[in-house]
């Protein structure tokens, strides 16, 4: 099955604590991107990258961090410097899929600080 | 700053009822305008809109797109309650020179609830 798995499906972290959120992608798409979610709320995106060993701040950077080593992995760092990390974090990817070109999201991490 | 903007934020209906969901932008540069369902988690999409005036349908769903006026439409005939969801609008934002991949921005989402 072509597709997107993002893990954990949730995540709890102590403040001051880092944590890394899985992205794997085996629909060979170049293009891989993070958004957040806050409830109620449209997404917000954090970073994207176009290819391997490149990637670009979006609108809502700080906080974050990313690395894109390998074409199918894209791993957002929530660090400690985030101030409100509690929120819906979805991961897509854009390209050709099935004859068609479009954007697919995975079924997200919610990551909730204690 | 790139903006997209939904209204309304919220509609509460009774099934059976026919809504419309408003989208306008403002970009620095524009490749489509794409509307998508989310219920639970990933959202799934429902359109994407590139040309002014032509109408897209699915079923009870319709959407169009005003290039002019910088808007779009979503359209939700005889509702049910499986249409209760946030309906999110997003506009493509092409890189600087136009040939790769650039970046969705969305809209807050309008959250429909549909009554039986």
């Known amino acids: 099955d072509g597709g997107i798995t993002q893990s954990p499906k949730y995540l709890f972290r102590k403040e001051g604590q880092n944590v890394t959120l899985s992205c794997e992608q085996n629909?060979?798409?170049?293009?891989m991107y993070w958004y957040r979610q806050d409830p109620g709320q449209g997404l917000r995106l954090i970073y994207y990258?176009?290819?391997?060993?490149?990637?670009q701040k979006g609108d809502i950077a700080e906080g974050y961090s990313v690395s894109r080593e390998k074409k199918e992995s894209f791993p957002l760092t929530v660090t400690s410097a985030q101030k409100n990390p509690t929120a819906f974090y979805l991961c897509a990817t854009v390209g050709w899929t099935d004859g068609s070109e479009g954007y697919t999201f995975g079924s997200g991490t919610r990551l909730t600080v204690v | 700053e790139d903006k997209v903007v939904q209204s309304p934020l919220s509609l509460v209906v009774h099934e059976g009822d026919t809504v419309t969901l408003n989208c306008s932008y403002e970009v620095t540069n524009f490749r489509s305008l794409l509307w998508y369902k989310q219920e639970k988690k990933a959202p799934t999409f429902l359109f994407m809109l590139t040309s002014s005036g032509i109408e897209k349908k699915s079923g009870r769903l319709s959407s169009i797109l005003d290039k002019k006026e910088l808007f779009s439409i979503l359209n939700i005939t005889a509702t049910q309650t499986g249409d209760s969801a946030i309906y999110l609008c997003?506009?493509?934002?092409?890189?600087?020179?136009?040939?790769?991949?650039?970046?969705?921005?969305f809209g807050q989402g309008t959250i429909l609830t549909v009554h039986p």
């Open positions: 990258s176009q290819i391997v060993n490149d990637f």
């Open positions: 629909l060979n798409h170049d293009a």
């Open positions: 997003a506009v493509e934002i092409p890189r600087a020179g136009g040939t790769s991949y650039g970046k969705l921005t």
